[in-house]
């Protein structure tokens, strides 16, 4: 047992331990070292008992201070600069923290060391970990938000058809072709919902093929354009841009990119204008679509690209949080990038770069 | 049928612009008046209002959720306040059970058909204007 330990038997359970051990007195002079921390310090053991804490380091101010703070009982971790008899440096992280009597006063100090990149790994780990823990939070969420965005289109489609069916005679012949129109334009809304979830699964399976072939982009985003002008029932998109601008792409994945950017325009801007910029340069076409709602808060602008990141808006967070990250992933596939940015007057502004020299597969 | 009677005012707090037309098109059929409000703001400032036979809410809404508002307008102490049927995109039955425990009269979930609703308003609107 522990308590009737020998004070030998607790020397060699120090000595044990592959971990730096020391301790100080209350002067802040080491008083025990295990071999773990006397190798730190790269010097003996006996060069180091009853030296101050802070002599063999390049910053003693630190030092110091951490000694204070645990004798009045605090826990510190600092990185210590210690100062190799080779006159090298290497830095390591300390901890140092109150050794208590049985009545609770501090009559010495404990301390513990390690490598600063074990440590700033440690940190990684863990930050890694809160990743992990996040993103499989978000798997579980998965499958409720899909249902609640597959009920959106479905709530309206039932609501317009089950309606014309009901007062079929006394609707008029405008607001009948009007129903159907809203109708078939849910039908669409549920397709892209179900394609964006295809690509996402075949982004996670490392399957994402793309079918290049020369394409207007012009073409391609006035289309995007004018289909979300009649989805929305609203002329707030403005285009600026060259009528031509053929490259080499994949048609069918770049409509839905720029679908995705517009969708994600709306959802965040509300009614306000959205411009679409095409400029064609030598090297490569860049695409912007910028919006003016409130934007996003710094350090956001690579966060919105992860999986299931869904931002706030007054407009509530809606979505699958796939969007940006299809939208990302597709443009990388075309040897592309993509940015976002939140401009100082406002809005959020997301560009992205599509090179010239892909070439289309032999047909 | 409701077209030969007075028109009765209903209110509608919803902000999805297809489900507000569907559902302004049923109650305009049923013979009501319908004034729609988008947010929850502008919502519950309409809710306060006297008068309305039945008052049809969202729970997701803008600014200020159909939660809150049923809570507002049960903190409001009015008793006598006008029926609120829920219509809402959650299916869980314990929204249901909360929403009914905040005041509502009736959770309906969204996809809904028009004869659902139809018959739900008509159950439970109040046959005449109350000042």
């Not at chain 1, 380091?57 to 600092?78: H, I, K, Q, Y």
């Not at chain 1, 014309?164 to 159907?180: A, N, S, T």
């Not at chain 2, 988008?38 to 997701?60: F, H, M, T, V, Y």
């Amino acid at each position: 047992m522990m308590r009737d330990a020998t004070p030998e038997q607790c020397r060699q359970l120090l000595e044990f331990i592959d971990q730096p051990i020391f301790a100080l007195n209350l002067e802040g002079e080491y008083v025990i070292l295990n071999a773990a921390a006397a190798a730190v310090r790269g010097r003996t053991r006996q060069d180091q008992l009853g030296s101050p804490y802070s002599r063999f380091v390049r910053n003693p101010e630190v030092a110091d201070a951490m000694v204070a703070r645990a004798r009045a009982g605090e826990v510190v971790t600092e990185k210590i600069e210690v100062a190799l008899p080779n006159g090298q440096a290497q830095v390591i992280v300390d901890r140092l923290g109150p050794w208590r009597d049985d009545d609770g006063q501090v009559v010495a100090i404990w301390g513990s060391a390690m490598d600063a990149s074990v440590y700033e790994t440690l940190g990684e780990v863990q930050q890694e970990s809160q990743v992990l823990r996040e993103l499989d939070e978000a798997r579980k969420n998965l499958l409720s938000i899909v249902s609640h965005e597959l009920r959106t289109p479905l709530a309206s489609i039932q609501g317009y058809a089950s309606t014309y069916l009901l007062y079929e005679d006394r609707l008029e012949p405008e607001e009948r072709r009007d129903f159907v129109r809203r109708i078939v334009d849910s039908t669409l809304q549920l397709e892209e919902l179900v394609d964006n979830l295809l690509t996402a699964s075949r982004i996670e399976h490392g399957t994402l093929e793309m079918s290049l072939r020369p394409a207007q982009l012009s073409k391609i985003v006035f289309e995007a354009i004018a289909e979300a002008h009649q989805r929305w029932d609203s002329e707030q998109i403005e285009f600026t841009g060259p009528e031509r601008c053929e490259l080499v792409l994949d048609p069918r994945r770049i409509r839905q990119v720029i679908h995705n950017l517009l969708d994600n325009a709306k959802k965040y801007g509300g009614d306000g204008p959205i411009e679409v910029v095409l400029e064609d340069q030598e090297q490569k076409v860049w695409v912007t679509v910028r919006d003016h709602g409130p934007g996003f808060a710094e350090g956001y602008a690579d966060r919105l690209f992860e999986r299931f990141y869904r931002g706030r808006s007054e407009f509530t967070a809606k979505g699958t949080g796939l969007g940006l990250w299809i939208t990302r992933a597709i443009v990388e596939a075309h040897g592309g990038r993509i940015v976002a940015a939140s401009p100082g007057d406002g809005g959020a502004l997301f560009t992205f770069s599509l090179p010239r020299g892909l070439q289309a597969p032999e047909a | 049928m409701p077209d030969d009677q007075p028109t009765l005012p209903i209110l509608l707090i919803e902000d999805n612009p297809d489900i507000a037309r569907v559902l302004k098109t049923i109650m305009r059929f049923e013979g009501y008046e319908v004034t729609h409000e988008r947010d929850g703001i502008n919502g519950l400032e309409q809710a306060r209002k006297p008068g309305w036979c039945a008052i049809i809410l969202d729970l997701g809404l803008p600014r200020l959720s159909g939660w809150e508002i049923l809570e507002a307008l049960r903190a409001d102490k009015n008793s006598d306040g006008p029926p609120v049927i829920v219509v809402s995109a959650t299916a869980e039955a314990m929204r249901r059970e909360e929403a009914l425990a905040r005041g509502a009269v009736e959770y309906l979930v969204k996809p809904v058909t028009a004869d659902v609703v139809a018959r739900t308003i008509r159950q439970h609107a109040r046959q005449g204007r109350r000042e």
